[in-house]
Structure formats: structure tokens, C-alpha cells
């Protein structure tokens, strides 16, 4: 493996040892005991390859290059943990809330007592508590445990229950009540991840909400972008949906259970400066005089809004699945992407392969929806470089169409 520098970067490590045997971080079945706090204090440059984090660290490496794996990532994702020199490790760091998502799940609960039943790399369980909730957390593993009190020690965080034991052991010989139960079942509980079959996550939330109706009046539920919203509404709880986006990516799917809910979908923008929340209401759109395309982003089609957008803004539709308008009108970003439309291609391939020449158009950043191709494969058909600022939409399978536009400015 080639080395890379990592320089200047505060490093510290927790170790773990069963016996003999060292385990490796992303490995979470063996049962280990924390040996000591600290291995690492004092500033180095650090080189990332085998060799030469083998010689400083023995037989830690394999819980140091885990952390630093999972660094580059978790600066955007978990700002806060990184600048208080936290460990992550790749399974509960994958399967974490970023910062800004647990934020807003804690802005849902209002100073209350929070059970956390799958709390993972605590993230969440840490949003609840700095936003003023009581928190009991729970997850099986001792060993994943050991490291979140260990960040949570390097946070300065004293307060948060941390209970070694499942969800169903917890709920069925506990009988505390709490305001609010909150869950991010694994994913992945066999390995592969299960994507939208919630019945098949671990554990299965919706049967201990049966199971267990009297622990809390409210369930927080974290799930999939892929969760099917018309399979929750058949669940038979009363519901608000939540739809988390951020930079124009669907997040995932939370649900609110509790008895006075709206029964709304609701589409939040998670940005920088404030979150934008849309239930899917006409908004006022800016005119222009320029023909404008507009591609309605993935949160609104996650929410079945996109289904209404023509008729709401008197827009022409463009495709099938209502994902692709032409109009004199740029909505909100949150809503959808607007470009102004240079010209339309119709066609065979070859014909749009010819005119997109003719237009000296050789680099261009491409979709594709409802298309004979994706997007990857169009752009290798087509011979076109990746980027620039020439936004290609194609859409048809028997009429092939080419929207030839670029960002309004």
C-alpha cells in the first residue's frame, strides 16, 4: 500500500485485549476488557500504510487503522467528536447519525426522558442529552460500550446511562417509564444490509411497540431512505413522517409515533445556516423570462410531492414518474434543482451523440431517468467527460430526449 502522511493530528486510543487474543475494532463479537485510556498523547506524523503503523503501534494497529479510516469522513460527519479526539471505529461509525441529523432528531424532544434502545457509537444518545433530555442508553455489546464511554469521557460528558443488555431483555424486566423511546435499528443485523424491510432489522421496533405500548407514549424511529412510506402508514400507529435531506440526499425516513401526530409527511432541508421544513404546500416561485428545467430533488420525490409539482406551479411534465418540468419558474432549492434550458435533443444516440458535437459540448455532468441507460453508461456512449458547467438531462426509452441546460446565473 502506497504511504500517506496524516500530519499534525491528535491521536489517542483506547486498547482492548482478550487474554491474548487483540481484536480488531470493526469486530464487535469479542469480549474485551478496556487495558489503558491512553497509548498515544503527544503529537506525531503519522503514515498510514501497514508497515509503519505496525511499528508504532503493535499489536493496537488494527484499532488504530480503523480510526484513521474512518477520520477523513467523520471531520464532516462528526465535527465536534473528531475535534475532541474521539475513536471511531467503521461498523457503529457507518451506522451513526451524523451531528447535524442527531440534532435534529433531539430538537423532536423537548427536555425529556429519552431510552435510547440501539445506541451504537452515541451520537444520538449525545444530541439528546446536550439538548437538555434525561438519557438511558442500551446496546448488547460490552465492548462497543467501553469505547462510548471512553468518548464520552473525552467530551466531558457525565450523565448518560450506558446499559450493557438488548432492547427486548431491557423492556421486558424494566418497568420505568420514559417520555420518549428512541431507535436506530441495525441495518444489517446478519450482515447484508436489509435496505427497506424494517420487519427484518434488529430489532424489529414496530413489534415491540406492540409489545410494550405502555413504556412510553412516544417512539422516535430512525430507518432507511429506502423504507416504503405506504408500508409505515399500514402499520396501524398514528405517525408523522420526517424525511431528512441534506445536500440534496435523502438521509433517511423518521417516523414520530405518539397520539396527537398530524399525520404528515414532512420534507427537512438539513443546512448549515437553518433547516427548512416543507409539507409539501405551494410555495412562491420566482419568475423569469428564460424556459427553465427544473429536476425535483430526491427528498421531494421520497415524499410523493413531485407527483403534484406541475399542476401546483403550472409547469409542463416532462416524464412519467414526474421527475423532469419545463417551466418560466425556479422553485425552492430544497423542492427541486433549476437549470435554464439551452436546447432539447431528440432523437436516436448517435443523432444526440452528433449535436451535442455540433455544440462543442465534449464535458458535462449527466442524469438520467426513465432512460435506455444510466447515467455512468450514457456518458461512456456518449464519449463525454464528467464535469464542467453543462448539465445534461436525458429521459425516453422509444423517444430519446436530451435537455441540454446549465445553472441559472
Not at 441495518?187 to 435496505?195: A, E, L, M, N, T
Not at 420534507?267 to 405551494?282: A, F
Amino acid at each position: 500500500m502506497e504511504a500517506t502522511a496524516i500530519t499534525r493530528i491528535h491521536i489517542t486510543f483506547a486498547f482492548f485485549m482478550l487474554h491474548s487474543v487483540y481484536c480488531k475494532i470493526n469486530e464487535y463479537h469479542a469480549k474485551f476488557r478496556l487495558l489503558q485510556d491512553l497509548l498515544v498523547t503527544n503529537r506525531l506524523q503519522i503514515r498510514t500504510d501497514i508497515s509503519s503503523l505496525h511499528t508504532i503501534f503493535e499489536e493496537a494497529t488494527p484499532i488504530v487503522t480503523e480510526h484513521l479510516a474512518c477520520l477523513a469522513k467523520a471531520m464532516k460527519k462528526l465535527p465536534n467528536m473528531v475535534q475532541a479526539e474521539c475513536l471511531f471505529a467503521k461498523t457503529p461509525y457507518e451506522q451513526s447519525s451524523s451531528e447535524a441529523v442527531a440534532k435534529f432528531h433531539a430538537s423532536l424532544a423537548h427536555k425529556n426522558s429519552v431510552l435510547s434502545i440501539t445506541g451504537g457509537l452515541g451520537v444520538d444518545d449525545l444530541a439528546f442529552f446536550q439538548a437538555g433530555c434525561k438519557v438511558t442508553s442500551l446496546d448488547p455489546d460490552a465492548c462497543l460500550n467501553a469505547l462510548v464511554l471512553y468518548n464520552f469521557r473525552k467530551l466531558h460528558i457525565e450523565g448518560i446511562d450506558r446499559l450493557t443488555t438488548t432492547a427486548e431483555d431491557f423492556l421486558a424486566t424494566n418497568p420505568s417509564l420514559y417520555n420518549i423511546i428512541f431507535a436506530d435499528p441495525d441495518r444489517r443485523p446478519k450482515g447484508d444490509k436489509q435496505y427497506g424491510r424494517v420487519s427484518e432489522y434488529s430489532p424489529d421496533v414496530f413489534q415491540l411497540m406492540r409489545n410494550y405500548p405502555q413504556i412510553a407514549p412516544r417512539w422516535i424511529i430512525k430507518l432507511s431512505p429506502l423504507t416504503d412510506l405506504l408500508w409505515l402508514r399500514n402499520q396501524g400507529f398514528p405517525m408523522d413522517i420526517y424525511i431528512l435531506s441534506q445536500q440534496g440526499e435523502v438521509k433517511e425516513v423518521l417516523c414520530d409515533v405518539h397520539a396527537k401526530v398530524a399525520e404528515k409527511t414532512t420534507l427537512v432541508s438539513l443546512e448549515t445556516d437553518n433547516n427548512r421544513s416543507w409539507h409539501g404546500e405551494i410555495l412562491q416561485p420566482e419568475k423569469v423570462t428564460f424556459d427553465v428545467f427544473s429536476e425535483a430533488t430526491s427528498g421531494t420525490i421520497k415524499c410523493g410531492y413531485n407527483k403534484t409539482l406541475a399542476n401546483d406551479y403550472g409547469m409542463q411534465n416532462l416524464n412519467a414518474q414526474h421527475t423532469y418540468f419545463l417551466s418560466h419558474s425556479i422553485l425552492p432549492n430544497h423542492v427541486a434543482r433549476n437549470f435554464k434550458l439551452l436546447k432539447t435533443l431528440e432523437g436516436s444516440m448517435r443523432e444526440i451523440q452528433k449535436e451535442l458535437k455540433i455544440m462543442g459540448i465534449t464535458q458535462a455532468n449527466i442524469s438520467a431517468r426513465e432512460f435506455i441507460l444510466d447515467a455512468e453508461n450514457t456518458r461512456k456512449k456518449l464519449g463525454i467527460k464528467d464535469g464542467g458547467e453543462t448539465y445534461l438531462f436525458f429521459t425516453g426509452k422509444e423517444k430519446k430526449v436530451c435537455y441540454v441546460t446549465q445553472k441559472p446565473g
